[in-house]
């Protein structure tokens, strides 16, 4: 076999050929020439080894960048606590294998919080945040940022409108329900689908209980209150609900809100709800 030549590209190789990002992955399969290492004369089983131990110098790499995210999210003014055995083991098999400098950071959250505080995230959480890609991870955080909590509920909900459920007035209506439009501001249905697949939302839509239109509602989302009141009955929420895994990476999501979309969605609660703040 002939040594693959990859000296003559650029490390900033965005916008190099096809073929050459091709070329460049036989670095990573030990098929390149390094320094005094030639593939084609290397046997078979010496070419494995060269790849076994490049693979093992970036899993090196990968968590020792990551413990040293986690150092700087681990408090010294709190008490830590010893990881379960079992947890940290796995949690450092699956770690190694985190390449993105921004999962990694999501990696290092989770370190420092089961220091500080265990059983936030189970095992369970790092196989699905393991498989998730930073396409995924960029998806979840865009859903996350449209998300809200409603009153003293734990749990961030997805809403996707409201709909008037019984009563007169629903005869008189052409269109009972309202939905807030999420594909409009970057959220179209395949991408909740993703998170589906993903493990992180279930499929199907979810209803709040009918709304008391005495009571005072708060709306919290991650950056931003709003507060409603029903103009009337029988009105309730549509939602998509994150799963239990979902729940957990919620709490390591830095999201953003979109003010468009929360503006959006006020004047369209406004027809039915007296918007307060």
């Known amino acids: 076999m002939a040594d693959i030549d990859v000296i003559d590209l650029p490390d900033d190789n965005t916008q190099v050929s096809a073929r050459k990002k091709a070329l460049l992955l036989g670095r990573v399969i030990g098929l390149a020439s390094e320094d ?3 593939p084609s004369s290397a046997s078979i089983a010496e070419r494995a080894e060269h790849r076994l131990r490049k693979q093992l110098s970036q899993h090196q790499s990968n968590l020792e960048s990551i413990f040293a995210l986690a150092l700087n999210y681990t408090p010294s003014d709190v008490t830590g606590v010893e990881l379960d055995p079992d947890w940290r083991y796995q949690f450092f098999q699956m770690a190694e294998q985190i390449h993105n400098r921004k999962m990694q950071d999501l990696w290092a959250r989770i370190l420092a919080s089961e220091i500080v505080n265990p059983g936030n995230f189970s095992l369970r959480t790092l196989a699905v945040l393991k498989q998730l890609t930073l396409r995924e991870a960029q998806i979840f955080e865009k859903a996350l940022g449209m998300s809200v909590k409603i009153n003293t509920e734990p749990r961030f909900k997805l809403l996707s409108g409201y709909r008037l459920n019984g009563g007169l007035t629903q005869y008189f209506r052409k269109h009972n329900q309202a939905n807030f439009g999420l594909s409009q501001f970057g959220l179209p249905y395949s ?13 199907s839509e979810f209803e709040t209980g009918l709304l008391n239109r005495n009571e005072e509602i708060q709306l919290t989302l991650c950056h931003a209150n709003i507060s409603l009141k029903p103009k009337g009955q029988h009105l309730l929420f549509t939602y998509y609900r994150f799963t239990t895994v979902g729940d957990e990476l919620c709490q390591l999501i830095q999201a953003k809100n ?6 959006a969605m006020k004047v369209i609660l406004a027809k039915d709800f007296k918007v307060i703040g």
């Open 36 to 38: 005094e290492y030639r």
């Open 258 to 263: 979109d003010l468009d979309f929360i503006n």
């Open 191 to 203: 991408n909740i689908l993703t998170l589906v697949d993903a493990g992180i939302l279930h499929k």
